[in-house]
């Protein structure tokens, strides 16, 4: 028979648990987040690049631009709010003290 044409992989890792379930909320609402942000300027861009080129010239924006705007800006802002905090936490553990290894897999001196 020889080797399988197919690569195979077998992740080992204990089954999911109640107790799992604030960490991976927490990752999905990065992710959802991330995406809707994404999502949001998007739709900025495109909304601010169709009004400049419109022949209309009002000076008032949509009433949903406002939003989406006010919206993107208060992401943004907790956004780097949390990124902050994980730098003042970085910055704030302690120094890793374990010996830097070779290449080889040896310490270094």
Known sequence: MGLSPFAVLV??????QWSD???MLASWAQDA?????AGLL?????????????????????????IAVACCA????????GRSLHLID???SPPDTRPRMAPSGQPEP
């Open 90 to 92: 970085w910055m704030n």
């Open 21 to 23: 379930l604030p960490g």
């Open 11 to 16: 992740v080992e890792r204990e089954p999911l």
């Open 74 to 81: 208060l992401s943004g802002a907790c956004f780097f709010a």
């Open 42 to 66: 998007i739709y900025i861009i495109v909304a601010l690049v169709r009004r400049a080129n419109s022949a209309e010239g009002s000076a008032a924006w949509p009433r949903v631009l406002l």
């Open 33 to 37: 987040g991330g995406f809707a942000f």
